[in-house]
């Protein structure tokens, strides 16, 4: 179909004119301050997208500088010991890879986030605003856990109490975020080469000072632990603590939206960056934990510094940069490494729990203050969970959680990668306007839902003790096999409840004017809207209170006229 090209009405509907929006004004110049919106709810059009593959994939990577990874790995070796973790760690990371795949290549390609592509993955407008919590949860989860890390290295270097380290490390984020993409890239790109430095640098010298420590490291037990031989049980329960990662796939794209169109010239480059930046995170996440895990094994054997102690980051950088220069300034430079590896990885935290809490209140409450102050929001909620000390009950935490964030990402995956192509019981494209969509899909919703009941029903040990470590992995089987299973009994009825009016695989850059905000928009973030009998986009639609989704009426589930409405023209900028 031409994309200028739209289908109209014969007759178009009597309709009143729409009410007054007293709010209508401020709305809409919110919806268009895109440099701080930073299109946190829609389609990156293609005049935004300015970055190159490049850019997009090293501000990306740029977010996974963060230490949990080490305290993560030290914690899995001090409890379970090397043979263990080590298993436990690659098995966790080949899955997030798997799963990230796809997830980053519609990302790329569609311009659009998580939120977004988790509407039209089998969950519906409302299912996927209900998992914008679970994705915030994630964000301020590991911020706090970030900002914890942070705090000890003031602690260790400065001597700042852990409560006011804890606020130090959280009010210094939300100005760094206020521009998003535009300011987030430069800082990445600027901070990279210094941090790849710091990061490496320690285990080179260790290999060369004390080569013998990597081999001593393999037969490492764990605290108290006497024998080194791989426990089926023990592995599930790394693995499930490993898994609570998965959802960093949901930051990774909120960069990747941005790429620049795959074209015959750059095709290589662009699947270069989407997989490197995409699924490519985990392999250096990985790398990571095994380094936390050998560090923490070193503090233990070699400097008598305690269990404790071990699975600080800034202790185990602190004792790699103590073989090779003075203590102090050891101290300094492993106090320097871990702010400015908390800074990199905490405004991503922050941007994207930005993103996720806009999405969620927009959508849910058709309440949009600006994503602004979500950033504050987001940290708020991180600050208090790092008063409450998290870091104590991090095994616990993040282990309940990869139930749950599992079952999400296993859904989505479902339907892209077995729904879509194979069973073509679900559109091949994303659509995520919510012109388009029914307010619940049973598809990818029903899926998750199930899958995580029954997998946190494992994890309290109702199915013995095998399926408690191993729920996060039941949580995935359930909601990978109900998902196709779902959008076959439903015969793929619930994804659109309204046919759009262009292809949206059609990347047009084509512009229509939105009759609300007055704004002209790419069509493929645009729709008809019978009741203000234009062209709306997709972020006032999203903020519409009163048509009562009249555009869709005569669908199952929306009351209204037998027949559903036709598509209005599309008025074009321009």
Request: aromatic share 14%.
């Amino acid at each position: 179909m031409n994309p200028r090209t739209v289908p109209l009405q014969a007759d178009p509907p009597d309709l009143e004119t729409p009410p007054t929006d007293p709010g209508r004004d401020a709305k809409a110049a919110k919806a268009t301050s895109e440099m701080l919106e930073d299109y946190s709810l829609r389609y990156a059009p293609t005049t935004y997208r300015k970055w190159t593959e490049f850019q997009v994939a090293n501000t990306s990577l740029g977010g996974i500088a963060y230490l949990a990874d080490f305290a993560i790995g030290a914690s899995l070796a001090i409890t379970f010991g090397f043979n263990n973790a080590l298993v436990a760690i690659l098995l966790a990371a080949t899955v997030i890879f798997l799963t990230s795949f796809p997830i980053a290549y519609y990302s790329a390609k569609y311009s659009i986030d998580m939120d977004l592509i988790t509407r039209g993955a089998g969950f519906g407008y409302y299912g996927a605003t209900i998992t914008s919590l679970i994705y915030a949860s994630f964000t301020f989860i590991f911020f706090a856990l970030e900002g914890s890390i942070m705090a000890q290295g003031l602690q260790a270097g400065l001597g700042i109490p852990l409560w006011l380290g804890y606020g130090v490390s959280a009010l210094m984020i939300p100005p760094l975020v206020v521009f998003g993409m535009t300011l987030l890239s430069k800082l990445q790109m600027w901070t990279q080469p210094l941090w790849l430095i710091g990061m490496f640098l320690p285990f080179i010298v260790i290999a060369i000072q004390d080569p013998g420590a990597y081999n001593a490291w393999t037969s490492f037990a764990g605290d108290g632990g006497t024998s080194t031989a791989l426990n089926f049980v023990s592995v599930g329960a790394g693995a499930g603590i490993a898994l609570s990662l998965i959802a960093q796939i949901g930051e990774q794209v909120d960069y990747l939206r941005f790429m620049p169109e795959k074209t015959e010239k750059n095709t290589v480059k662009w699947w270069a960056a989407v997989v490197a930046a995409g699924p490519g995170w985990v392999i250096l996440g990985a790398i990571k934990q095994l380094g936390g895990a050998f560090l923490a094994f070193f503090i233990i054997s070699n400097l008598d510094k305690g269990v404790d102690l071990a699975g600080q980051p800034v202790e185990q950088f602190l004792a790699g940069f103590d073989q090779f220069m003075p203590y102090g300034l050891a101290l300094g430079i492993a106090v320097f490494f871990v702010v400015l590896s908390q800074v990199k990885i905490n405004v991503t935290n922050a941007y994207s729990g930005s993103l996720r809490w806009t999405n969620f209140f927009s959508s849910a409450f058709k309440w949009y203050p600006g994503r602004i102050w979500f950033v504050f929001f987001n940290v708020g909620i991180a600050l208090v969970l790092m008063e409450a000390n998290m870091f104590s009950f991090l095994n616990d935490l993040l282990a309940f959680y990869s139930n749950i964030a599992i079952a999400w990402i296993g859904a989505v995956v479902a339907d892209l990668v077995i729904n879509k192509p194979l069973l073509k019981t679900s559109p091949s494209f994303v659509e995520f306007k919510r012109a388009h969509l029914y307010k619940f899909n049973p598809v990818g919703f029903g899926a998750m839902t199930v899958a995580s009941v029954i997998s946190i029903v494992a994890y309290f040990g109702a199915f013995g003790e095998t399926l408690d470590a191993w729920s996060p992995f039941l949580a995935i089987v359930i909601a990978m096999i109900l998902s196709p299973v779902l959008s076959v009994l439903t015969k793929g009825k619930w994804y659109i409840a309204r046919t759009p009016e262009i292809d949206p695989a059609e990347r047009s850059t084509d512009t229509a004017v939105c009759s609300v905000c007055d704004q002209a928009y790419e069509l493929p973030d645009t729709a008809s809207c019978p009741f203000h009998a234009g062209t709306i986009c997709s972020l006032c639609c999203t903020l519409e209170k009163s048509c009562a989704d009249m555009c869709k009426v005569g669908v199952p589930g929306i009351v209204g006229n037998e027949e559903p409405m036709t598509g209005l023209a599309l008025p074009m900028a321009k």
